[in-house]
């Protein structure tokens, strides 16, 4: 008997203290690491190795989780060689690796174009039309190819926006939604995100809850959907997340009245992203907030605000691309700083930072970039 009650005894106590070993997991980073790994910057400007960039501080301090590339990255000679060259650097001076992303969808947005050696692309638009899966998913492995031998692990595409409004100024007009019909959008978003597998490349979903609608440009103002927007415009997600291919969510900077009656950016929307994205439809994997520097956040918002309500709302990964004048640029550290003011003010929890910080981290190890 006594013996029986030892063994019990020793068993209680190992599994208290795998317990306690697992609860603390987590909080045993630092809250400055936590904080450094929901923001993603721009990678600067300059497309030849400049050791002396000053994100490179910020990611060698633990300020930055994430960077994005655009076409200013790119040299005009040896172009993949450079690029490649940099982007090896850049993960060398992060201790946890970085997401390194960048908006590849093909056809207007597309960065790696022809004039750099890199193969042509089409549009969403064209892969809808003919609606061939195989095609699709040719286009798709192409893309992920390139990004996985330079060192690109994320892209920001698809975009699954449902061609509501074909004059829509930044997205049916220039060709980035696969169709009106959202299982069409639905199917071929798919086959896209499967290429990319394939090579390891984490892809993202956007405009949450859907931007096919809108007739004005959020990059340019406020754009408003309220008597636009259509309940299929969800449904592209709805049929992705069901069939567990969801990498990541990047939200939309329009309002839409009828999931945020208060009227607030979907970014900024805990209506719209905790009890639509998370609630309702079940997502509990990485948010992303579409660039916090277009006009429709920040002509609005003042930094501080905007930054604590996508935080609060439920976005995990602050994306600032500084693709602004000199005046405007916001640098990790200013992000960073501003974040953790607000968490030792009390207007954001050391919790609500966790939570986003393990959604980011289970990604960083779905990719393969953790082990």
Do not use: C
């Given at each position: 008997m006594r013996k029986l009650l030892f063994v019990a005894s020793v068993a209680i106590l190992f599994f208290s203290a795998q317990a306690q070993d697992s609860k603390s997991?987590?909080?045993?980073?630092?809250?400055?690491?936590?904080?450094?790994?929901?923001?993603?910057?721009?990678?600067?400007?300059?497309?030849?190795?400049?050791?002396?960039?000053?994100?490179?501080?910020?990611?060698?301090?633990?300020?930055?989780?994430?960077?994005?590339?655009?076409?200013?990255?790119l040299a005009n000679k040896n172009t993949e060689a450079n690029l490649k060259k940099i982007l090896d650097f850049t993960q060398s001076q992060s201790e946890t690796p970085l997401f390194v992303s960048i908006d590849e969808e093909g056809g207007r947005v597309n960065r790696l174009k022809t004039k750099y050696g890199f193969p042509k692309t089409v549009t969403a638009q064209y892969l809808g039309k003919i609606d061939n899966v195989d095609s699709t998913s040719f286009y798709a492995k192409q893309t992920a190819g390139i990004l996985y031998q330079l060192g690109v692990n994320m892209n920001f595409a698809p975009s699954v926006d449902v061609n509501v409004n074909p004059n829509n100024p930044v997205?049916?007009?220039?060709?980035?939604s696969y169709s009106e019909d959202p299982l069409i959008v639905a199917k071929h978003a798919q086959a896209w995100i499967e290429?990319?597998?394939?090579?390891?490349?984490?892809?993202?979903?956007?405009?949450?809850?859907?931007?096919?609608?809108?007739?004005?440009?959020?990059?340019?103002?406020?754009?408003?959907?309220?008597?636009?927007?259509?309940?299929?415009?969800?449904?592209?997600?709805?049929?992705?997340?069901?069939?567990?291919?969801?990498?990541?969510?990047?939200?939309?900077?329009?309002?839409?009245?009828?999931?945020?009656?208060?009227?607030?950016?979907?970014?900024?929307?805990?209506?719209?992203?905790?009890?639509?994205?998370?609630?309702?439809?079940?997502y509990d994997g990485v948010v992303v907030s579409d660039d916090m520097q277009m006009k429709a956040i920040s002509a609005q918002y003042p930094l501080e605000e905007s930054i604590k309500m996508a935080v609060l709302a439920g976005v995990d990964i602050l994306l600032f691309a500084n693709n602004v004048p000199d005046y405007e640029l916001v640098t990790a550290e200013q992000i960073h700083s501003i974040i953790k003011k607000l968490i030792e003010n009390g207007d954001i929890s050391r919790d609500r930072i966790i939570q986003s910080y393990n959604r980011i981290l289970s990604l960083k190890k779905d990719m393969g970039l953790l082990k």
């Open positions: 997991k987590t909080p045993k980073d630092s809250l400055d690491l936590m904080i450094g790994q929901m923001i993603m910057v721009g990678l600067g400007d300059f497309n030849t190795m400049d050791q002396q960039a000053p994100v490179y501080k910020d990611i060698r301090s633990g300020k930055v989780g994430g960077v994005i590339l655009f076409e200013k990255n997205i049916g007009k220039i060709g980035r290429g990319h597998d394939l090579f390891g490349v984490a892809t993202v979903l956007k405009h949450f809850p859907g931007h096919g609608s809108s007739k004005n440009d959020s990059h340019l103002g406020l754009t408003d959907v309220s008597s636009t927007w259509r309940f299929e415009e969800l449904m592209p997600y709805r049929a992705l997340l069901d069939s567990g291919k969801v990498h990541a969510i990047m939200t939309a900077h329009i309002v839409n009245e009828v999931l945020d009656e208060s009227k607030l950016p979907a970014t900024l929307s805990d209506k719209v992203i905790s009890d639509v994205l998370r609630d309702f439809m079940g």
